[in-house]
C-alpha cells in the first residue's frame, strides 16, 4: 500500500464502483451531479473525494468557499 497513492475504492467498503447521483436542474432537465451512491455499501457520498474517504462528514478537508 502506497499511502501517497489515491485510493479509487470506497473508503468504507472498498467497493471499486459506483453509481453517479442524477438530480434535476433549474431547466427540469436530469443531469449527473458531484454526487455519487456505492454499489458496494450503498451509502451516499457528496463527491468522488469523500467517497474515496469513506466518510459522509468530511473532516478533513477545509470547507471550500461557495457563492451563494
Ligand atoms: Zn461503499
Do not use: F, I, K
Not at 469513506?54 to 473532516?59: E, H, I, L, P
Request: hydrophobic share 30%; aromatic share 8%.
Amino acid at each position: 500500500m502506497n499511502p501517497s497513492t489515491a485510493r479509487n475504492c470506497c473508503g468504507y467498503c472498498r467497493a471499486t464502483s459506483y453509481h453517479r447521483v442524477l438530480a434535476r436542474d433549474d431547466a427540469g432537465v436530469m443531469r449527473y451531479t458531484e454526487a455519487l451512491r456505492c454499489t458496494g455499501c450503498g451509502r451516499e457520498y457528496a463527491n468522488l473525494q469523500v467517497w474515496r474517504q469513506g466518510d459522509t462528514q468530511d473532516a478533513t478537508t477545509p470547507p471550500v468557499a461557495t457563492a451563494n
